[in-house]
């Protein structure tokens, strides 16, 4: 397949911002695209290997300007200039490169094979030499490239393709494409996407039309998957009302979600974002060999850190930092051990349990590990149809630095990714959110050339959405975590999409914990509400962005803020 062929299929997505059009031209291009080109779907989400594979192309907006530079035969100065003018490096390889066919004539083909293949190069090279490869290989790109198959080479190779394709898109899109019955696959192709996390592996599947075909998919041991997502109760009162009685309460551990794959003797440990970060937890990966019967199996479990000499347990933010530490690892092992509390088994010896009832799966696992407390064990549990109990459970929890109670239905199945209701949480103040930075400021005196002021997102579909500004919290030395402003800055320089004076754009990456005091209605920002007096807790990058909080959930805490003064 020609690439050319691609690129206009992103001219014509870029054409409109209605999201019905997006589904009807992307489901036309799906019909016929044929089986071999898959890896297309990965394209189209910005990527080159699904969702699990941690190999993505990371060229940086710099990289990106060096090789428009040397395909155009622009100098890097006139680039950075037009850079700066049109705010948009994909806009920038475009221009450059429209003007110099005009002068050359270039006549070239390129295929999206080719494409696939150089972009899959980049993350390979490695060591003496590496800078200077990738810009070979870009430019190699770029000079055979036409105007708009340059425009959309830099986009992606930069991460920022923007079509407004997101996996609901691609979803919706294969349903209509390939079934008269759109809702009813809608559902069968999101679980196929939950299991196996591979868009080009269901599209494939999904193109025989069969939707039993869909279901027959199995989990792989080894191949991450979506955790399962709780919603809010108001109170204990409303979680026996949706749940039943009696159901089965567990304490909320206050730590990160770790999904546990065991294939013989090889250990996977994967975070909500299907980030494997097996390496950084050696001890975890011994618990689970001695203290776990089985050959095979997946679990899902809460890792909380505690102090090695009180054994109290410690909030998440203070454990943080392991889950990103690539080296001494053993030194922060023994300074910020973690417990493994397992709540849940998805998979045993060859047989998926996603579908068997919560207490047979929860039954088992307890069978099947022994007991280690500060090491590893099954969640706490109590099963009540008591409001009283449950109060004193919750109190209990609290008591023990948790972080509250989790209600879950004792017939549920599993579903991966899904956000159900029937797993329940409660806290004490819902007045925290995940919230993405997608700005900031320059700061000013003693601060200039740090960003001092993040502005906040919460996502709405597939946008984001200004929320608020925060800098409290945050400090000019490095705190524990490793935090201050000249981290972050650090971190977020490279995702910087726009800047205009003092003030910065970023590509939505980096998810951060925020306390506040009150959401208020506020005309300033895009969502419509602003918040009181919010502070910088931890950067959670556990968590991926379809995590960060919606505007419906912003909404309902809106709402809810005077109802839940009994937690208060
Ligand atoms: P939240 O992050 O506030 O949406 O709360 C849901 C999270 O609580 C899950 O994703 C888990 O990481 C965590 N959690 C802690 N203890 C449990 C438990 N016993 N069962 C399920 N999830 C738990």
Known sequence: MIYLKLAELYEDLNSTTKRLEKIEILSKFLKHLPEKNQDVLYLLMGDIYPEYDERRIGISNQLAVQAISKSTGTEKSKVIKEWKKLGDIGKVAETLTKKKTQSTLASHILTTERIIE??????????????????????????SASPIEALYIIRTLIGDLRIGVQESTIRKSLAKAFFPNKEKAEEKIQRAIDKTNDIAAVFVITKQKKLKNLENLKLEVGKPIKAMLAQKALSIKDGFKKLGKPCVLEYKYDGFRLLIHKNKNEIKLYT??????????PEVKDYILKYIKG?????????????????????????????????????????LPVEINIFDILFYNGKSLLNEPFKKRSKLLRKIITKKPYKLIPSKQLITESETKAQEFYEKALKDNQEGMMMKNMEAEYKPGRRVGHMLK??????????????????????????????????????????????????????????SFNTLTEKLKPLVIKEKGKSVKFK?????????????????????????????IALRPDKPLSEVNSLKEIEKDFIGQKRNWQYG
């Open 272 to 281: 909500r974002s299907l980030e494997n970060v097996t390496k950084q937890f």
């Open 295 to 335: 050959n095979s199996f997946i679990m899902d479990s809460e890792a909380v850190g505690f102090d090695a000499k009180t054994k109290e347990y410690k909030p998440f933010q203070d454990i943080s930092q392991r889950i990103r530490r690539k080296y001494a690892i053993e030194e922060l092992q023994k300074k």
């Open 426 to 483: 409660i806290k004490p103040e819902e007045r925290d959110l995940d919230l993405v930075i997608t700005g900031a400021e320059y700061g000013k005196g003693k601060r200039s050339g740090w960003f001092s002021s993040f502005i906040l997102s919460c996502k709405k579909e597939d946008k984001f959405l200004e929320i608020g500004k925060v800098g409290t919290g945050i400090k000019e030395k490095e705190d524990a975590d490793g935090i």
């Open 508 to 536: 939505p990456k980096i998810i951060v914990s925020v306390t506040y005091q009150e959401i208020q209605k506020s005309p300033n920002y895009e969502s419509g509400f602003a918040l009181r007096f919010p502070r910088f």
């Open 118 to 143: 150089d972009f899959r190069k980049l993350p390979t090279l490695q060591g003496k030499g590496t800078i200077s490869k990738k810009l070979g290989l870009i430019t190699g790109m770029l000079t």
